[in-house]
């Protein structure tokens, strides 16, 4: 399973994309533009949990595609905890986004049901609010598409999700101040719970 540190590119990130290339990227958020960032493996949210900008959106976008970068997907604009406002933005913006030749991830919000996932979409990104996150994720999971998890911070539910097969997870808590967090990651990837690098 992959990690997204999101909007994260400091100096403990760095460190870690060389030790662990194969377990982690970012999350990169359209807000918070960053210099370097493309170079790490990564993902292209929409910020619509805070607050979606069209046009920081399409810029983010533009900059992705100006540096060759190749996200492993982009997600569609959506509305939290919505399904209905979500594939409503999904018939607008899909056709637009789609030029940028990246997978596109649909965002599955309450109220969705595996088979109401359109049939474009290339990723399944597990949105919602968390208790009926919590007890849909496995509706999703061999499905045929690749499942992300948004708004993972915690080694409990991130094991969770790796028990289910999901394909990669998200979530800001895990660099915040190398508080218990970082420390449990740094545990999950050394596979010791003795061990940390830092």
Known sequence: MIIMPSNNTGRVVRELFERYPDKLA???????????????????????????????????LDRSKSFGNNPMFIVCPDVVGCHDRTIALWHYYYPIIKKYEYPI??????GCEPELIPSEADWIFIGGKDPWKIENIHKYVGNGKPVHVGRVNGIGRLKYCESLGVTSIDGTGWMLARGKQFYDLMNYFNGDPQCSLF
């Open 105 to 110: 991830a649909f965002v599955a919000q309450d």
């Open 26 to 60: 970012l999350l990169l958020n359209p807000n918070c533009i960053r210099p370097g960032q493309f170079i790490f493996r990564n993902a292209i949210d929409n910020a619509a949990f805070n607050r979606f900008d069209e046009s920081k959106y399409f810029n983010m």
